[in-house]
């Protein structure tokens, strides 16, 4: 059973940068694609970012693209997503995902492994 841990979340100025982790307790973190979604109350959870399995590939949400990298440390079990240039509408809880394979995925469905979020509040 795969445990994954959000952080560093919290309140930031439009502009500003977060950083947040994920670290994964399960066994195997590096054979398995890792993503990143959010959510906003009353809106499906909409993806943000994923990775495949060693880094080698990466991809983005269009809104996102140029102002976050998502990142992984296979010897750490911590996938990273660090967030620039932060804008009030990129408020939401941010989920931790585990892909169910080690290629790189945007569907929600191939994710099969959740953390618990951490909020990330852009003010204006």
């Known amino acids: 059973q795969v445990q994954l841990v959000e952080s560093g979340g919290g309140l930031v100025q439009a502009g500003g940068s977060l950083r947040l982790s994920c670290a994964h307790s399960g066994r195997f973190f590096s054979s398995y694609a890792m993503g990143w979604f959010r959510q906003v109350p009353g809106k499906e959870r909409e993806f943000v970012a994923a990775i495949s399995w060693n880094g080698g590939t990466t991809s983005y949400a269009d809104p996102v693209k140029g102002r976050f990298t998502i990142s992984r440390d296979n010897g750490k079990n911590t996938v990273y997503l660090q967030m620039i240039s932060l804008k009030p509408e990129d408020t939401a809880v941010y989920y931790c995902?585990?892909?169910?394979?080690?290629?790189?995925?945007?569907?929600?469905?191939?994710?099969?492994?959740w953390g618990q979020g951490t909020q990330v509040t852009v003010s204006s």
């Open positions: 995902a585990r892909n169910r394979w080690h290629m790189n995925s945007e569907s929600l469905s191939d994710f099969n492994g």
